[in-house]
C-alpha cells in the first residue's frame, strides 16, 4: 500500500506532510511529558523488528498464498500509541530511502496511510477499550484481527482519495475504490491473525510487554469511598435539584389505569386495606413525596435528598453485612 | 547501500543538507508536470542521468529497486487508456490517445523519482541524511529512531533468516510457515528482539545517554556546497517555467 510519488500531486502531498508532521509534533510531545527513556531503544529495535518479520512468509492455509505481519497495530499493542507512531515514521522513511517503498514525497501520505491508523484508531477505539476490562487471548486476537481490517481499509481509502484529489487516475471514483478495499479486505484478515498470533504469545509468555493491560485496570477501578462520594452528589442533584423539574403528568401505569378504569388509583374497600392505609398514614414521614399539609418546593427536594440517602444506606449496609456474613462462614 | 555512500566522490562530499533539498525540489517539480507534459519531464530526467553518469552509479541496480515501486503505479496508469480515449495524434492508421500519455508520464513521474532518491541515499548515507533532517529542525528523537532501526535492520534480518533457516530444514518442501507455528516464531523473535533492547538501554545509559542523539558532519555547509544548491534549483526551476 506503499504510495509512490508518481501518485500524488505537490498540493496533496504537501498537505499530507502537514497533517503528518502535526501528528508527530503531538507524539513527540506526549513521549516527552511521559519521560520513558528506556522506550527509545525500544522503538528503535521494534522499528527493526517489523522490518525483519516482513521478510517472512506466513503461508495462508488453502490459498497457496502468503502473508506478512501488520507493522502498526502490533506496535501500538507494544509501545503504545505515540512512540509506535514515531516508529512507524522511522520504518516508512527507511523503507521509502533504502528499497524505493514508497516516495519521499508521498512520505506524509503513507504515514498517514498506515501509521496514523494503526497506531491512534487502533489503539484509543480498538484496543484500550477492550484491553480496560479484561485481557484474554479472545479480546487480543479481536482486537488485532479488526484493527488490521479496519486500519487497512481506511488507509486504502485514504490512497483512492488521495490519487484522486491528485488528479493522477482517469479511472473513476468508484471503481477505483471497488478495486481497492475488497483485496484490502482479505490482506487485513490475514495479517490480523498473524498479529494475534503473535501478540497471543507474547501475553501466554511475557503479558507485561502488552499496553495498558495491568496498569490500566488497576487505575480505572475506583475506590468504594470514591464511588460512595460520587454517588451521593449525584442523589443530591437529583434528588434535590432536578425533582423541581419532574412532571407533574401521570407516569406510564397510571395514565393506562387512568384509561382502562377511569381513574389513576383504584379503591379498595375492607377492614383489612383500612388497616394497612392507617399503618402507612402514620409511618409515612413525607406523604406524597412533600411535607405533611404543605405543598412547599423545600418538600419535594428534601424528599428527594432522603429517599436517595434511605437507598443508599440500605444498599451499602446490606452489601456490607453480605459480605461480613460471607466472611465469616469461610473462615468457619 | 553503505559501501556506495562510503566512496569519496565529488557528490558524496557535497553537504548532505543540499542534496536533500536539491532531491527534494525535483521530485515536487517531476510530479507538478501535468499528466500530459511528456517533453517536461523528459527534461527533469537530465538530472538524474548527468549525475548517475558522473558520479559512476550503476544504472540497472537502480532500476531494480523499481520492481517494488512500479506495480502500483503501473495497477493506476493501466486504466488510463481505456478511461481516456481523446485522440492527441495519428502515426498512420495508429491513433495515440491522451490517455496514453497519461499512462506514460505517469511511469516516468515514478522512476524519475525513485532515481532521485536514490541519488540522494547512494550518495549520502542514512547517517549523514539523519544530520540534514537535523539541520531542518526535524526532532533529535525521530533522527535517533531512524538511526537506531538502521542499525538493527541487518541483525534481526541475519536472525530472522536463521530461524527460517532452521524452521524450513526442519520442514523441507514446505512454501513458507505453517500457520500453527506463526506466533512461536515471530513472537521468540520479537522476545529475543525486547530482551535485546533493554541490554542495549542499559549499555546507552552506562555511556552517558540521555535520549539525544550527538552527530558532527565530517564537512561544514561550504560555499560549493551553496553553488550546488543554487544551480540546481535554478535550473529546476527554468526547466518548470519553460515546459510548463
Redesign the interface.
Known amino acids: 500500500m506503499h504510495m509512490a510519488d508518481a501518485l500524488i500531486s505537490p498540493a496533496v502531498g504537501g498537505a499530507m506532510y502537514a497533517a503528518s508532521a502535526a501528528t508527530a509534533a503531538y507524539s513527540i510531545h506526549k513521549i516527552r511529558l511521559l519521560n520513558e527513556p528506556k522506550k527509545i531503544p525500544l522503538m528503535g529495535v521494534m522499528g527493526a523488528f517489523v522490518f525483519a518479520t516482513q521478510m517472512i512468509n506466513f503461508t495462508i492455509p488453502g490459498t497457496g498464498s502468503s502473508g506478512h505481519l501488520c507493522g502498526g497495530m502490533l506496535l501500538t499493542a507494544l509501545l503504545g500509541p505515540y512512540a509506535s507512531f514515531l516508529t512507524m515514521i522511522a520504518v516508512l522513511l527507511i523503507q521509502c530511502l533504502l528499497f524505493a517503498d514508497g516516495g519521499l514525497l508521498a512520505l506524509g501520505c503513507n504515514v498517514w496511510n498506515m501509521a496514523f491508523y494503526g497506531c491512534f484508531l487502533g489503539y484509543f477505539l480498538l484496543w484500550r477499550p477492550m484491553m480496560k476490562q479484561k485481557l484474554s487471548r479472545g479480546r487480543i486476537i479481536a482486537a488485532s484481527i479488526l484493527g488490521c481490517i479496519l486500519t487497512l481499509q481506511l488507509g486504502a481509502f485514504s490512497v483512492t482519495l488521495e490519487t484522486l484529489l491528485s488528479g493522477i487516475s482517469a479511472l473513476p471514483f468508484g471503481i477505483f475504490a471497488a478495486t481497492m478495499q475488497p483485496i484490502h479486505l482479505a490482506i487485513g484478515l490475514v495479517e490480523g491473525l498473524i498479529t494475534a498470533a503473535v501478540l497471543v504469545f507474547v501475553y501466554e509468555s511475557r503479558p507485561e510487554f502488552l499496553m495498558d493491560c495491568h496498569t490500566e485496570e488497576k487505575k480505572n477501578r475506583l475506590s468504594v469511598r470514591s464511588t460512595i462520594l460520587i454517588l451521593a452528589v449525584l442523589a443530591l442533584v437529583i434528588g434535590g435539584g432536578l425533582s423541581l423539574a419532574a412532571s407533574s403528568n401521570p407516569d406510564g401505569l397510571e395514565w393506562s389505569m387512568e384509561r382502562v378504569a377511569g381513574s389513576a388509583e383504584l379503591e379498595a374497600e375492607g377492614p383489612a386495606y383500612d388497616t394497612a392505609a392507617a399503618i402507612q398514614e402514620t409511618t409515612a414521614l413525607l406523604p406524597d413525596y412533600a411535607f405533611k399539609n404543605s405543598d412547599s418546593a423545600a418538600g419535594t427536594s428534601f424528599s428527594g435528598v432522603a429517599g436517595a440517602a434511605v437507598v443508599i444506606v440500605v444498599c451499602v449496609g446490606g452489601c456490607l453485612l453480605f459480605r461480613a456474613f460471607s466472611k465469616k462462614k469461610r473462615h468457619e | 547501500?553503505d559501501e556506495l555512500a562510503a566512496r569519496d566522490t565529488w557528490l558524496n562530499r557535497v553537504h548532505p543538507l543540499a542534496k536533500l533539498l536539491v532531491?527534494?525540489a525535483c521530485?515536487?517539480v517531476?510530479?507538478?508536470f501535468s499528466?500530459y507534459n511528456l517533453v517536461g519531464l523528459l527534461v527533469m530526467a537530465v538530472y538524474p542521468a548527468s549525475l548517475f553518469i558522473l558520479n559512476e552509479l550503476s544504472f540497472p541496480d537502480a532500476l531494480r529497486?523499481?520492481r517494488?515501486?512500479?506495480p502500483?503505479?503501473c495497477m493506476?496508469?493501466l486504466?488510463?487508456p481505456?478511461?481516456?480515449r481523446e485522440p492527441a495524434a495519428s502515426f498512420g492508421s495508429f491513433t495515440v490517445t491522451y490517455?496514453m500519455i497519461?499512462m506514460v508520464t505517469?511511469?516516468?513521474?515514478?522512476i524519475l523519482?525513485?532515481l532521485?532518491?536514490?541519488l540522494?541515499?547512494a550518495s549520502t548515507g542514512?547517517e549523514s541524511?539523519c544530520y540534514a533532517l537535523r539541520r531542518l529542525h526535524v526532532?533529535a528523537?525521530?533522527g535517533?529512531?531512524?538511526?537506531?532501526?538502521?542499525?538493527?535492520?541487518s541483525?534481526?534480518?541475519a536472525?530472522?533468516?536463521r530461524?527460517?533457516q532452521a524452521y524450513s530444514l526442519r520442514a523441507p518442501r514446505?512454501?513458507?510457515?505453517?500457520?500453527k507455528v506463526?506466533?512461536?516464531?515471530?513472537?521468540?523473535?520479537?522476545?529475543r528482539?525486547?530482551d535485546?533492547?533493554?541490554e542495549?538501554?542499559e549499555s546507552?545509559?552506562l555511556r552517558g545517554?540521555?535520549?539525544e542523539f550527538y552527530d558532527h558532519p565530517k564537512n561544514a555547509f561550504q560555499w560549493k556546497d551553496a553553488w550546488y544548491l543554487i544551480l540546481w534549483l535554478l535550473l529546476i526551476a527554468a526547466a518548470r517555467y519553460f515546459w510548463r
Open positions: 547501500m532531491t527534494l521530485i515536487s517531476t510530479v507538478s499528466k529497486r523499481l517494488v515501486v512500479l502500483l503505479v493506476v496508469g486504466f488510463n481505456f478511461f481516456d490517455g497519461s505517469l511511469m516516468m513521474k515514478g523519482a525513485v532521485s532518491s536514490y540522494l541515499v542514512i541524511l526532532p528523537i525521530l535517533t529512531q531512524i538511526l537506531l532501526t538502521c542499525r538493527y535492520i541483525l534481526l534480518l536472525e530472522a533468516d530461524i527460517v514446505q512454501k513458507g510457515v505453517h500457520f506463526w506466533g512461536s516464531l515471530a513472537g521468540q523473535l520479537l522476545l528482539s525486547m535485546r533492547a533493554n542495549v538501554y546507552m545509559s545517554f540521555t535520549g
